[in-house]
C-alpha cells in the first residue's frame, strides 16, 4: 500500500510535518491520513468546559488561553470521522521567582464517525535560557478528558532580561494513517533579573521573576496623597491627558537616575513655591522617572504641584514598590490611576 503525505487545514497556525504512523488495514487502493484542524472558540464551546475552568484573557503575571482543535479521519481525501476537543491553559507567572507552572486540561472529545482510537502526543517547549519538564500524559486515547502539569524555570543572569513564548507541538496517531500535527504559542512573557544585587549593596532590590510585558499596569495610589492626588487629576484632565487610562498615552518608565535627576531640574530648577502653597516641595507630573518626564512633553500637558517634603517621598515610596511589584522596567508602559 502506498501512503501519501497528510493534507493539512488549519487556521492562523504553524504545521509541522508528517511521518508515517501504524499499518494500515485497508485495501492498497486506499488513502488513509488524518487532516489536523484549529476553529475559533464560541460561547457554546466555553459554555461547555467543566466549572472550575479558568475564563480566557491575560493579566501582568496570569493567561488562560482556551483552544478548540482535532482531526479528521480521510480515506482517499474524503472525510469519515471527526474527533474535536478544547484545550485549556493556564499559565501563572511568579513576580518574584524564576519557576512558575502551568495547568493543561484536555477536554472530553466529540468522537463522529471513524474517529475513535485516536491518541495524541503534546510537546512542550520554551526559548533558553527557559526551559519546560512536561507532565502532560502522553499517547492518550481522545475521549475522556485529561490533565496535566508543566514546569518551568527561567536561568536569566543577573541585570538581563529576555523574552519567549512557549510552544505547544501536538502529533495525533490513528494506527494504519499517516499523522497528522500542528502547533501554537502562548501569549509571549518576559523574565529579567533587573533588581539584582549590586556592587556594596546587602542583597537585591527583588529577586527575578517573569511578566507579561504587554499588558500595561495600572498604578494606584496617588489618590491618597491629598495634594499630589489633585495635582495629577488637574494634569490629566487637560492636553494628552498622559498616563491617564483610557487615555491612549500611557508614561513610560525611566530607569536612568541621571536622566531622572535632569527631568527634575528641567521644571523645578529656579522654582519658588507661592504663597499659601501645601509645601516647599515640587512635585512634577508626568513624573522624573518617566520618558515623558521634564520638558519632553508641551507645556499644556505637564506642570508642577508644591507639597510637603513627607507627602513627596510617600509618592516615591509608592513608585518604588509599583515598580517591583508589576517588574516595569526601562521603557515599559504604565497608566497612573488617581
Not at 517547549?125 to 481522545?142: D, E, F, K, T, Y
Not at 536622566?259 to 502653597?277: L, S
Request: net charge positive; aromatic share 6%.
Amino acid at each position: 500500500m502506498k501512503l501519501r503525505s497528510m493534507a493539512v487545514a488549519a487556521t492562523g497556525l504553524a504545521l509541522a510535518g508528517s511521518t508515517l504512523a501504524g499499518t494500515a488495514h485497508a485495501a492498497s487502493s486506499d488513502q488513509l491520513t488524518l487532516r489536523v484542524t484549529q476553529t475559533p472558540i464560541t460561547r457554546a464551546d466555553a459554555a461547555a468546559v467543566p466549572n472550575g475552568s479558568c475564563t480566557p484573557g491575560l493579566t501582568r503575571t496570569h493567561e488562560c488561553q482556551m483552544i478548540s482543535t482535532g482531526a479528521v479521519v480521510l480515506v482517499n481525501g474524503k472525510p469519515v470521522g471527526v474527533v474535536r476537543f478544547i484545550v485549556t491553559h493556564e499559565m501563572t507567572l511568579q513576580i518574584k521567582s524564576r519557576k512558575w507552572s502551568e495547568n493543561v486540561s484536555v477536554g472530553k472529545a466529540t468522537i463522529t464517525g471513524n474517529a475513535g482510537g485516536i491518541s495524541v502526543g503534546i510537546r512542550v517547549s520554551c526559548g533558553g535560557p527557559c526551559s519546560a519538564v512536561n507532565h502532560i500524559p502522553q499517547g492518550r486515547i481522545l475521549g475522556a478528558p485529561f490533565s496535566g502539569k508543566v514546569d518551568y524555570t527561567d536561568n536569566i543572569g543577573a541585570f538581563k532580561s529576555h523574552g519567549t513564548a512557549t510552544k505547544y507541538e501536538y502529533t495525533f496517531f490513528k494506527p494504519g494513517y499517516i499523522q497528522g500535527s500542528n502547533s501554537y504559542s502562548s501569549a509571549s512573557y518576559r523574565c529579567d533579573d533587573m533588581f539584582a544585587k549590586k556592587p556594596g549593596n546587602k542583597k537585591p532590590r527583588q529577586s527575578p521573576g517573569c511578566v507579561f510585558p504587554q499588558v500595561t499596569p495600572t498604578l494606584t495610589g496617588m489618590g491618597a496623597l491629598p495634594n499630589i492626588g489633585p495635582g495629577i487629576s488637574a494634569i490629566q484632565s487637560r492636553g494628552g491627558h498622559y498616563g491617564k487610562p483610557g487615555s491612549g498615552h500611557p508614561l513610560h518608565f525611566l530607569v536612568d537616575e541621571t536622566k531622572q535627576g535632569d527631568n527634575r531640574r528641567a521644571v523645578c530648577r529656579g522654582q519658588r513655591p507661592p504663597t499659601g502653597a501645601a509645601g516647599p516641595s515640587c512635585d512634577e507630573y508626568p513624573f522624573a522617572a518617566s520618558y515623558e518626564g521634564g520638558t519632553a512633553l508641551p507645556a499644556a500637558s505637564r506642570g508642577i504641584t508644591w507639597v510637603p517634603v513627607r507627602e513627596n517621598n510617600r509618592q516615591g515610596g509608592i513608585l518604588n514598590k509599583f515598580q517591583l511589584q508589576q517588574r516595569v522596567l526601562d521603557r515599559d508602559g504604565f497608566w497612573v490611576q488617581v
